[in-house]
């Protein structure tokens, strides 16, 4: 199997399992991992998308129960990759850390094409199951995805000029979610204070 599909010599077989099987791990013991892989100009991992019938069995509570602790963790992670940036002083370095990044992530477009559509037919299963009747109702849906996840990226990879701001907009995306499911939780949660008064940015250009 390609490298973004197995355990790589040095890695810790049990963790690398579960996040290739789609189980949820460490954010940051993942990122390390996926750093060391980067270094090493092999693919990054690409857990496998659970079908929604698979998680709706585990019991769905599992997904929405920790959220915030996982958008937490990956804020975490991206500020590790901005003080990463941040020490990169030669552009010529951060150009060399932009093309290993994007030959990481993107190097395999076949895997890359069926991790989304498996995604997509999660959030389709999620969205019929749970009210949404996406078969009548896909032009006002499209629009909901993009209001609550507006795009983060002007460009299709990464270059020493976009990546910090792609960085601080993801940050940024992971802390308004991370503040929105912690009211979630209140007992005397409402709409207004679970997604605020104000609307989400885009970040539209």
Not at 59 to 81: C, H, P, S, Y
Not at 139 to 153: D, E, G, Q, S, Y
């Amino acid at each position: 199997p390609p490298s973004s599909r197995r355990v790589l010599s040095q890695e810790d077989p049990e963790f690398v399992e579960r996040a290739l099987a789609g189980d949820l791990v460490d954010q940051e013991g993942l990122f390390l991992v996926n750093c060391e892989r980067v270094k090493n100009g092999k693919g990054v991992i690409i857990p496998r998308v659970k079908p929604y019938s698979e998680d709706e069995e585990e019991g769905l509570d599992k997904l929405f129960r920790n959220a915030d602790e996982i958008f937490a963790q990956r804020m975490d992670v991206t500020d590790l990759i901005l003080a990463a940036v941040n020490d990169l002083n030669q552009e010529k370095t951060k150009e060399e850390l932009c093309q290993m990044l994007n030959y990481s992530l993107y190097g395999n477009k076949e895997m890359m094409d069926e991790a989304t559509t498996d995604l997509g037919q999660w959030i389709g299963d999620y969205l019929q199951d749970a009210g949404y009747n996406p078969h009548t109702l896909s032009t006002v849906i499209k629009r909901m995805v993009m209001t609550a996840l507006p795009p983060i990226a002007d460009d299709k990879e990464y270059t020493p000029e976009n990546l910090e701001l792609t960085l601080l907009r993801e940050r940024y995306v992971f802390d308004r979610y991370t503040t929105a499911h912690r009211n979630l939780q209140k007992k005397d949660w409402t709409f207004s204070n679970a997604l605020g008064t104000s609307s989400v940015p885009v970040f539209y250009s």
